[in-house]
């Protein structure tokens, strides 16, 4: 199989990181490597670490992404507006990728997957996340 580019290894991280949320919200028991395994057709690092990191950092994730959405908390968005944003912020915060690559990676998945209301939340959030780094 060809190798997937970050970008398309983003979407398979996103689709792990609703599923194993939409699975917690219904108390459903999983293996995060059978999720894995499920949505993802190659075996890849840079995939088992940042939905292990993210899962690993949520609380410290959430409490960032609170502090950022004005009059809003992180668990009143959708499951798919959740993943990616606990992604963008664990790339911005936890890992090598420069962050405006990390920024846009997530508003671009928000364009595609989120309405325009929740995508700029997005983005302000991010990008707040990242000036006060």
């Not at 991280?13 to 599923?19: E, K, P, S």
């Not at 960032?64 to 668990?75: M, Q, S």
């Not at 990676?105 to 939340?121: F, I, P, Q, R, T």
Request: hydrophobic letters at 40%; zero cysteines; a negative charge.
């Amino acid at each position: 199989m060809e190798q997937m580019n970050r970008s398309e290894l983003r979407k398979l991280i996103m689709t792990i990181l609703y599923q194993i949320n939409v699975y917690n919200k219904n108390k459903m028991t999983y293996q995060i490597e059978d999720i894995i395994r499920e949505v993802s057709p190659i075996e890849n690092e840079f995939v088992k670490e940042v939905v292990y990191g993210v899962l690993d950092k949520k609380k410290e994730i959430d409490s960032l992404a609170n502090t950022y959405l004005a009059g809003w908390t992180i668990d009143r968005l959708g499951n798919t507006d959740q993943a990616i944003l606990r992604m963008g912020i664990y790339e911005l915060m936890y890992t090598e990728t420069p962050d405006v690559v990390a920024i846009n990676e997530a508003v671009e998945l928000a364009k595609n997957y989120s309405d325009d209301e929740v995508k700029g939340m997005i983005n302000s959030v991010l990008d707040k996340i990242y000036h006060n780094k």
